[in-house]
């Protein structure tokens, strides 16, 4: 339950100082904003020199303030530059720094860096604790390697380990010393000089976390000495250690707020059906972004959904369906298949789920109030034109809610007596909004300040939107704000901030000409209101044409113009998990296009664990004709086909896999500031 004490309380850390001792800030940072005031400390041939040239030339200074800010950013910001341009510095720095921020009469010192030498130690252990006599209260990262650094390590100083949660809003504690804390150390998206921001964790960030949940601590109650506000902050952070469902915000803020009771943080599944704000009157020029919801004409209020037929794309919502605002209660196929009364999730080479494949009947449509109805044109082709007529007036005579992947406008009737019935069908499609589309060329300079991270393949049927919910997943499981743009006909249903359905069946209600500056707007729009820390996208089919001279519709065309309009900084690129020549040199083309056309970097590769069968009738793993991959089988071809392209090469149907691919691309970004 949140505390009372502060629920709706707003606290924002005005009215307390905090001190960063570091490698200086840079003012006027966009995440860091006004610093009020700070002192350059240098020792020069054993004298020690002030001056005021206290702002950042390296970088850390800089990613802790923005981290304190982000949790606490009503705070008053102070620069202790201690540090040289390569972010060392000396216990007697350490001290003097200290002594400084007590005779300004600073409420919290944060000090992400840290000394293992014994030299000067006593000087560091008698400006603590004058610190903490004052009542000033000092918060130290412990050192990374596990050894021993001061001054975490002194007395009646905070120090900061790596701990907690995956979650980088959810601390811990260590019985053995009341004085510690545990935060998480997960890299994080933070501030950096030039006003950039890179990917950064450690105990340094962990430390700025603790100093701004304990700056609205000291908020609430001024009078707090240190040792009451960690008892303050052990019991606050206990009550709320429960994991919290993921969401969608981006701050660090909200979260804290939720931690001391407050109630600004929502759930996931709430903000995805949000209907983005409008600009305000004075940003005319702030481009809009087309919801998920009003993409696919308001989502229907399905709980319960049934499954048809169980074809690829209906694959990923078996796949991830936990990420889906609905429960699947059962999976329908057809006759014929091979599926029927097998779990889903051994179709599918992954855990059971609980759901067997049942052929097309009555009592499986009795068990949910919703049906999502896949691709049905080559079922229409092998049963006849009335195929889906007849199970859209089976899903009529029971009630159900209908989503589509393909457009019902030729049902009219069963549409209109569906609507007499209070029932959803709805179908994925863009709205042929002229005013968006002016409004596109009007803003297409707004900045988009975040990552961007592109899923491209080289052929259909790769795992492309597999591998971007598998990291979406990464990423909000480790506490990330993710944006995401989805091009597959279901991905409203899992919540993506905008929907350009243009894979298979795609009705375009535009020219191509006009697709490159609608797709960035769109990108634009997601950036400018949810401010999330990395924008995710990915597109269809192969990148460039395997032979130009094929009809047009083989030439690619759609995923160029994603490619060109997206602006990715980062690719992971789907390929065949095979070494055949002529594959292996047009995946070669197929990187060079995305680097030179792209302008982006392919970082790694990912390939499904899929292929086709090469095994006797009753081989393991056979489904039709093609089999699964068991992982160390899978591990020897990544490892193969590292060598021909020399890029990572991962399978991310197998958890190792995902996590490499998440680690690759957070490293990506923590060598670069976007």
Same mark, same amino acid.
């Given at each position: 339950?949140?505390?009372?004490?502060?629920?709706?309380?707003?606290?924002?850390?005005?009215?307390?100082?905090?001190?960063?001792?570091?490698?200086?800030?840079?003012?006027?940072?966009?995440?860091?904003?006004?610093?009020?005031?700070?002192?350059?400390?240098?020792?020069?041939?054993?004298?020690?020199?002030?001056?005021?040239?206290?702002?950042?030339?390296?970088?850390?200074?800089?990613?802790?303030?923005?981290?304190?800010?982000?949790?606490?950013?009503?705070?008053?910001?102070?620069?202790?530059?201690?540090?040289?341009?390569?972010?060392?510095?000396?216990?007697?720095?350490?001290?003097?720094?200290?002594?400084?921020?007590?005779?300004?009469?600073?409420?919290?010192?944060?000090?992400?860096?840290?000394?293992?030498?014994?030299?000067?130690?006593?000087?560091?252990?008698?400006?603590?604790?004058?610190?903490?006599?004052?009542?000033?209260?000092?918060?130290?990262?412990?050192?990374?390697?596990?050894?021993?650094?001061?001054?975490?390590?002194?007395?009646?100083?905070?120090?900061?380990?790596?701990?907690?949660?995956?979650?980088?809003?959810?601390?811990?504690?260590?019985?053995?010393?009341?004085?510690?804390?545990? %935060? +998480? =150390?997960?890299?994080?998206?933070?501030?950096?000089?030039?006003?950039?921001? /890179?990917? #950064?964790? !450690?105990? @340094? &960030? *962990?430390?700025?976390?603790?100093?701004?949940?304990?700056?609205?601590?000291?908020?609430?109650?001024?009078?707090?000495?240190?040792?009451?506000?960690?008892?303050?902050?052990?019991?606050?952070?206990?009550?709320?250690? %429960? +994991? =919290?469902?993921?969401?969608?915000?981006?701050?660090?803020?909200?979260?804290? /707020?939720? #931690?001391? !009771?407050? @109630? &600004? *943080?929502?759930?996931?599944?709430?903000?995805?059906?949000?209907?983005?704000?409008?600009?305000?009157?004075?940003?005319?020029?702030?481009?809009?972004?087309?919801?998920?919801?009003?993409?696919?004409?308001?989502?229907?209020?399905?709980?319960?959904?049934?499954?048809?037929?169980?074809?690829?794309?209906?694959?990923?919502?078996?796949?991830?369906? @936990? &990420?889906?605002?609905?429960?699947?209660?059962?999976?329908?196929?057809?006759?014929?298949?091979?599926?029927?009364?097998?779990?889903?999730?051994?179709?599918?080479?992954?855990?059971?789920?609980?759901?067997?494949?049942?052929?097309?009947?009555?009592?499986?449509?009795?068990?949910?109030?919703?049906?999502?109805?896949?691709?049905?044109?080559?079922?229409?082709? &092998?049963?006849?034109?009335?195929?889906?007529?007849?199970?859209?007036?089976?899903?009529?005579?029971?009630?159900?809610?209908?989503?589509?992947?393909?457009?019902?406008?030729?049902?009219?009737?069963?549409?209109?007596?569906?609507?007499?019935?209070?029932?959803?069908?709805?179908?994925?499609?863009?709205?042929?909004?002229?005013?968006?589309?002016?409004?596109?060329?009007?803003?297409?300079?707004?900045?988009?300040?975040?990552?961007?991270?592109?899923?491209?393949?080289?052929?259909?049927?790769?795992?492309?939107?597999?591998?971007?919910?598998?990291?979406?997943?990464?990423?909000?499981?480790?506490?990330?704000?993710?944006?995401?743009?989805?091009?597959?006909?279901?991905?409203?249903?899992?919540?993506?901030?905008?929907?350009?359905?243009?894979?298979?069946?795609?009705?375009?209600?535009?020219?191509?000409?006009?697709?490159?500056?609608?797709?960035?707007?769109?990108?634009?729009?997601?950036?400018?209101?949810?401010?999330?820390?990395?924008?995710?996208?990915?597109?269809?089919?192969?990148?460039?044409?395997?032979?130009?001279?094929?009809?047009?519709?083989?030439?690619?065309?759609?995923?160029?113009?994603?490619?060109?309009?997206?602006?990715?900084?980062?690719?992971?690129?789907?390929?065949?998990?095979?070494?055949?020549?002529?594959?292996?040199?047009?995946?070669?083309?197929?990187?060079?296009?995305?680097?030179?056309?792209?302008?982006?970097?392919?970082?790694?590769?990912?390939?499904?664990?899929?292929?086709?069968?090469?095994?006797?009738?009753?081989?393991?793993?056979?489904?039709?004709?093609?089999?699964?991959?068991?992982?160390?089988?899978?591990?020897?071809?990544?490892?193969?086909?590292?060598?021909?392209?020399?890029?990572?090469?991962?399978?991310?149907?197998?958890?190792?896999?995902?996590?490499?691919?998440?680690?690759?691309?957070?490293?990506?970004?923590?060598?670069?500031?976007?």
């Amino acid at each position: 339950m949140p505390n009372p004490i502060f629920h709706g309380s707003g606290l924002s850390g005005k009215g307390i100082s905090v001190a960063v001792v570091d490698s200086g800030v840079q003012p006027d940072h966009p995440k860091v904003g006004k610093v009020h005031s700070g002192i350059h400390i240098t020792l020069e041939e054993d004298q020690l020199r002030f001056s005021d040239d206290w702002e950042d030339r390296h970088g850390h200074g800089t990613a802790c303030a923005s981290v304190i800010k982000r949790f606490a950013p009503g705070i008053e910001l102070y620069s202790i530059r201690i540090a040289d341009d390569a972010a060392t510095s000396s216990t007697q720095l350490i001290a003097e720094a200290i002594m400084w921020a007590v005779l300004q009469k600073i409420h919290i010192i944060n000090v992400s860096l840290g000394s293992k030498g014994q030299k000067n130690l006593s000087r560091l252990e008698e400006a603590c604790s004058i610190a903490y006599e004052a009542g000033t209260i000092i918060v130290a990262a412990e050192s990374n390697d596990g050894m021993k650094c001061y001054p975490a390590a002194i007395d009646r100083v905070i120090s900061v380990g790596s701990g907690g949660s995956s979650n980088a809003y959810e601390f811990g504690d260590d019985q053995m010393n009341r004085w510690r804390i545990l %935060a +998480p =150390a997960t890299r994080r998206r933070v501030a950096w000089v030039g006003g950039g921001q /890179a990917f #950064l964790g !450690g105990t @340094s &960030l *962990a430390a700025a976390r603790v100093s701004g949940s304990l700056a609205l601590i000291k908020e609430r109650n001024r009078r707090l000495k240190a040792e009451h506000i960690i008892e303050e902050f052990r019991r606050l952070a206990a009550d709320h250690s %429960a +994991p =919290a469902e993921k969401s969608s915000g981006s701050s660090e803020t909200q979260s804290v /707020a939720k #931690l001391l !009771g407050g @109630s &600004l *943080a929502s759930s996931r599944r709430a903000k995805s059906r949000e209907e983005n704000p409008a600009p305000s009157a004075k940003s005319p020029q702030m481009p809009r972004v087309i919801s998920a919801a009003s993409l696919a004409a308001q989502l229907p209020p399905i709980s319960q959904a049934v499954l048809y037929p169980f074809s690829k794309e209906i694959h990923s919502l078996v796949r991830f369906r @936990s &990420l889906l605002p609905f429960k699947i209660v059962e999976v329908m196929d057809v006759l014929g298949h091979g599926q029927i009364g097998v779990d889903a999730g051994e179709l599918l080479n992954i855990e059971q789920t609980g759901i067997k494949v049942t052929s097309k009947n009555t009592n499986s449509l009795q068990k949910g109030d919703g049906l999502i109805l896949g691709h049905m044109d080559k079922l229409v082709q &092998l049963r006849g034109p009335d195929t889906v007529g007849r199970l859209l007036t089976d899903a009529l005579l029971h009630n159900l809610h209908v989503f589509s992947f393909d457009s019902l406008e030729s049902y009219p009737s069963l549409l209109a007596d569906a609507q007499k019935k209070g029932l959803k069908w709805v179908w994925p499609s863009l709205a042929h909004d002229q005013a968006l589309l002016e409004e596109a060329y009007t803003v297409k300079d707004f900045p988009v300040n975040v990552p961007v991270l592109g899923v491209f393949g080289t052929r259909s049927q790769q795992g492309k939107f597999t591998v971007q919910m598998e990291l979406r997943g990464r990423f909000l499981e480790a506490g990330y704000s993710v944006g995401q743009l989805g091009t597959e006909p279901h991905s409203a249903l899992f919540g993506c901030d905008a929907v350009f359905p243009m894979g298979y069946g795609a009705r375009l209600p535009f020219d191509w000409g006009k697709v490159i500056p609608y797709l960035r707007h769109q990108i634009q729009a997601i950036c400018q209101y949810k401010t999330p820390e990395i924008i995710i996208l990915g597109s269809q089919s192969g990148t460039i044409p395997r032979d130009p001279h094929l009809q047009s519709d083989c030439l690619c065309l759609n995923t160029l113009h994603f490619l060109l309009a997206s602006r990715c900084d980062a690719v992971i690129l789907c390929i065949e998990p095979n070494l055949d020549d002529e594959e292996v040199e047009y995946t070669k083309h197929t990187m060079h296009a995305i680097q030179y056309l792209g302008k982006a970097s392919v970082i790694a590769l990912a390939c499904s664990n899929k292929v086709k069968n090469d095994r006797p009738a009753n081989g393991a793993g056979r489904r039709g004709g093609f089999r699964f991959l068991d992982e160390a089988e899978s591990f020897s071809i990544c490892q193969q086909l590292e060598t021909v392209y020399g890029k990572p090469v991962n399978c991310p149907a197998f958890p190792e896999g995902g996590r490499r691919l998440f680690d690759l691309v957070i490293e990506f970004f923590q060598k670069r500031s976007v």
